[in-house]
């Protein structure tokens, strides 16, 4: 697992006893923890030959789900409305390997971060002269639409940003040269490579904190989320699930 480490940080966390108007966790408790993902994101979230969604985040949220005693009920959507559909209360929370941003921090709040890693650039392999994201002005760029990686790119002067609902379509646009690079996760790059042979990773980019997203209303059910995330870490768990997906 290149480069991407646990967040041993979880563990230094003090949780804040915070008062909340309404009580998230109470109808958690009594209704079951609804959650919305993308499945396209493997090894975080993707379909399976049954079409289920599994990976890293959806074993996550589950033992969570089992720490907390509540049940978790997972639902596919694009990755554009996962913050929306939480905001609009569909959802309690978001598993979606999502990056913690400051522009996102305006609107949502942010579990702990259990996972850190780099971004990383893929392009086809014949393809030279792209290693930084500045090589990518003048290149047609393909990246999911809605993420923090869309708004990296849209930051880069002279790119060309193609955004796609899901990222294995940005993939395919890649491998079909309908796009010349795209940028993703460093940990997902590494399994669309496998999956698309003609497609390479030639450099990565800074680093990202990836974390569950909930409602700021929803102190009381954050509080309750870093808990778990704390003694999964601590019990050994979460490292077993990252041996389980990303080694």
Partial sequence: MNKMLICAALSCFALAAQATAASCLADVKAGGLSVVTSPDYPPFESLDKSNKIVGFDIDLINLVGQQMGVKVNVVGQSFDGLIPSLLARKADLVAAGITITDERKKSVAFSLPYISGPNA???RKET????KLADLAGKSVAVQLGTAQE???GDVKGANVKSYNLYTDAALAVQTRQADAMVLHKT???TFVKIYPDLKIVGTLGSLRTAFAMRKDCADLTNRVNAA???LRNSGEMDKLVTKWFK
């Fill in 128 to 131: 030279t002269g792209i290693k």
């Fill in 121 to 123: 650039i893929v392009v």
């Fill in 188 to 190: 997902v790059a590494d």
């Fill in 151 to 153: 708004k990296l790119v």
């Fill in 229 to 231: 995330l704390i003694q």
